[in-house]
């Protein structure tokens, strides 16, 4: 490990946010050059390169864009900032953990883990309720509530006190994270639906005062001992008013003056809302309420919410499923002491962008610099390609819609299979294990492969295959599912009804239930595939779950397929199906193809497993009978670079001297240690060498298990540069 300190540096061939940086970009015109100088690789990691999910969202802060259309009088959405629209009519939604939706998705994929059941024994619809505004109303009720300590606490204190100042610093964070709502009229939707909820049924309605008009009373005791409820009179309700907490009456000023500071174009309305929200108080009772004109809000309120989440959802879920799909990158290295950690660099740009002839000499002068030199901090060992396109056959002929039906849209993203084959065939010489998957949907799940199989997985790559580059690529199958598309809807909430005798109240009527459908969340196996081998690449994460680890060497010979290995290293993903039946296991077994998860029941020691497990790890190399273990093309690529940099490139004494018998050779030092989980050579292995002199080619032999690989270098002749 002290030559080679990482062998899991990996690169994700996606954009996430287009107002940043990106590779080509920082790259610049590379005409005369054939790599690129220390400076620069340095810019390329400070912007594009993250070591955990909390880095790429500050590095890359995603971000949707929002602005309304006066003609439709609807709410526009786009992951790319409109150029012919004014900056102030614009409004940015932040992507990240404090977004209800990102956050909603994040919370499921926690409480899926720690029960640890299948999909169809999940209640989705109990974390899908989180972005209904009933939910939303209690998250910020929890922001008031520190609010208003925080703001007690400083108003006690004199204002010289450092504590006070210490109090300062918080409440202005808090005002910030409460302001945020302030210019954004949809995220005050859900707060406007609740205020005038709780002021016309006093509650969430479903135990409401049958919706009749409010008094407020007092409990008494009359002459003869009779329990009475008196109305409370004005000056009594004067009294009261009196005893309100002075802080109180301060922090509802404060929340005024900072909407006014902050919005040129000022509602009255809103301004009370925001009080409303972030300082109610209980003795402030509205004598009189346009109870018709409140529920004809409530009623539109509801609506624009809904048609406003609807198409929200829709734009943002390509850019969220990707965001999940780094987070499963990340989350799959679980380790006690972090080690050999993964890295991502992002290059931001989309794949097919990045594959044109103008830009792929950029790319290629930068793989150049970090995999075709004796340093080995930068180098690229994986690659991540998601979303490439599945065109399934069997759209149908031509029919009248008699019914409503899926619509067949083009999922936007995708990469296309002649995209992929460019990218794989251009950086085929710098040895990166790329792994892809392809378009997310109910083509690609669990369910999908447990009744059809992967037959039609393996004919798409076919034009892969037979190819230089096959050994370098790697298809992962099948994809993650977050929700299901047929677990995706939620009810917001229902319509509101008024009767002749004013009385307010929710309505029972099934069509006047607000319901959206989030259609399906799925994050591609290619991030959660490339996490998995980048993690047990480190000795730390191996030592933790297995004793005879050497801390030596990486995971660059670890078999993921051999004895209880699956079942040691798994995913952090859950278990999604009962798992796969045995004639689509026989399938897969047959040839070995593909990276495949599983989904199946297993237990190790009497511990039951419930995390989705790696059955085959395999690139698309194959002889014809079964395809190569990716740890194969992994080894031989490790023992390249190891024999380039002690050989001096290889110089031919120095090869001779890696291969002697001499005890401290590379290879005998290998051949020593062949007991540990991770020894570069294990039982059944060897590795042989010979020379063609007269060529000039040094041919080493790998042999794992009876097959042969061979790794063929030229020699660095007398009086040439090394």
């Known amino acids: 490990m002290e030559t080679i300190t990482q062998t899991n540096r990996t690169i994700l061939f996606s954009e996430m946010n287009p107002e940043k ?68 009519c614009i409004t940015e939604i932040p992507l990240n953990e404090m977004n209800d939706l990102l956050n909603m998705l994040i919370t499921l994929q926690d409480a899926k883990g720690s029960l640890g059941v299948a999909n169809v024994d999940f209640k989705f619809s109990n974390v899908l309720d989180m972005i209904s505004p009933k939910k939303i109303m209690e998250d910020i009720r929890q922001v008031r509530r520190e609010v208003q300590y925080t703001y007690g606490q400083y108003m006690e204190l004199d204002e010289e006190d450092p504590k006070r100042l210490d109090l300062g610093d918080k409440l202005n964070y808090q005002f910030e994270q409460a302001s945020h709502n302030y210019n954004n009229v949809l995220a005050m939707l859900p707060l406007a639906i609740e205020d005038i909820k709780t002021r016309l049924l006093l509650g969430d309605g479903e135990a409401a005062q049958s919706g009749q008009e409010f008094k407020a009373g007092l409990l008494s005791m009359g002459d003869d001992g009779e329990l009475k409820i008196l109305e409370m009179k004005q000056e009594e309700g004067t009294q009261l008013a009196i005893v309100d907490d002075k802080i109180n009456t301060s922090l509802i000023q404060t929340f005024r003056d900072d909407y006014d500071a902050l919005n040129d174009n000022q509602s009255d309305y809103v301004r009370e809302l925001v009080v409303r929200t972030f300082c109610p108080l209980g003795s402030t009772v509205e004598s009189s309420v346009d109870r018709e004109a409140e529920v004809n809000n409530y009623n539109t309120y509801l609506e624009f919410y809904k048609k406003s989440k609807d198409d929200f959802v829709k734009a943002v879920k390509p850019l969220i499923e990707k965001i999940l799909g780094v987070k499963a990158f990340f989350d799959q290295y679980q380790v006690k002491e972090k080690g050999m950690q993964p890295k991502l660099l992002i290059t931001n740009t989309p794949l097919e962008m990045m594959v044109k002839s103008s830009n792929l000499p950029r790319l290629l002068t930068y793989l150049n610099t970090t995999n075709d030199k004796n340093e080995f901090e930068n180098t690229i060992w994986f690659g991540i390609v998601p979303d490439v396109e599945l065109n399934q056959s069997g759209d149908g002929k031509l029919q009248r819609m008699r019914f409503a039906g899926n619509q067949k849209v083009k999922k936007p993203g995708t990469n296309s299979m002649e995209s992929l084959a460019t990218l794989m065939n251009a950086i085929n010489p710098y040895k990166i294990t790329t792994f892809f998957s392809f378009s997310t949907g109910e083509e690609s799940t669990f369910n999908y492969v447990a009744t059809e199989g992967i037959g039609m997985f393996k004919d798409k790559c076919t034009p892969l295959m037979k190819k230089e580059y096959s050994e370098f690529v790697v298809p992962c199958i099948p994809n993650i599912t977050i929700i299901p598309k047929d677990k995706s809807g939620l009810i ?62 990486p995971g660059v010979r670890y078999d993921i397929e051999t004895g209880d290995n699956a079942l040691l290293v798994t995913t952090s993903m859950t278990k999604e199906i009962s798992g796969f039946t045995n004639a689509i296991k026989n399938s897969i077994n047959n040839t070995g193809f593909g990276f495949v998860f599983t989904s199946d029941n297993a237990q190790h020691k009497g511990k039951e497993i419930k995390n989705v497990m790696v059955y085959k790890a395999r690139n698309l190399l194959s002889d014809g009978t079964e395809f190569e273990p990716i740890y194969k093309t992994l080894l031989v690529t490790y023992i390249e670079r190891m024999l380039r ?72 002749r007398k009086g040439q540069t090394a």
């Open 21 to 88: 940086l990106n590779l080509l970009t920082l790259i610049g015109d590379v005409r005369g050059k054939t790599s690129l100088d220390d400076d620069k690789i340095k810019e390329i990691n400070e912007t594009l390169l993250v070591e955990s999910f909390g880095e790429f969202l500050e590095k890359f802060a995603p971000v949707v864009y929002s602005w309304c259309d006066a003609n439709t009088g609807s709410i526009q959405y786009s992951l790319v900032n409109p150029e012919n629209i004014p900056d102030n």
């Open 492 to 553: 917001l909430d229902k319509r509101m009804v008024i009767d002749d005798n004013g009385n307010v109240a929710l309505s029972q009527e099934k069509e006047d239930v607000m319901k959206m459908w989030i259609e399906g969340v799925y994050v591609g196996a290619a991030y959660g595939a490339a996490g998995i081998a980048a993690s047990w690449q480190c000795p730390e994460y191996l030592k933790q779950r297995f004793p005879n680890t050497s801390m030596e060497y």
């Open 645 to 716: 940099f002690y050989s001096g490139d290889f110089k031919k004494d120095k090869i001779l001297q890696f291969f002697s018998n001499n005890p401290n050779s590379q290879k005998s030092k290998w051949d020593a240690n062949r007991q540990y989980v991770n020894s570069l050579l294990q039982d059944g292995d060897e590795m042989d060498y010979t020379i063609d002199d007269k060529n000039g080619i040094c041919n080493i032999q790998l042999t794992f298990s009876n097959t042969t690989r061979n790794l063929k270098v030229e020699l660095t």
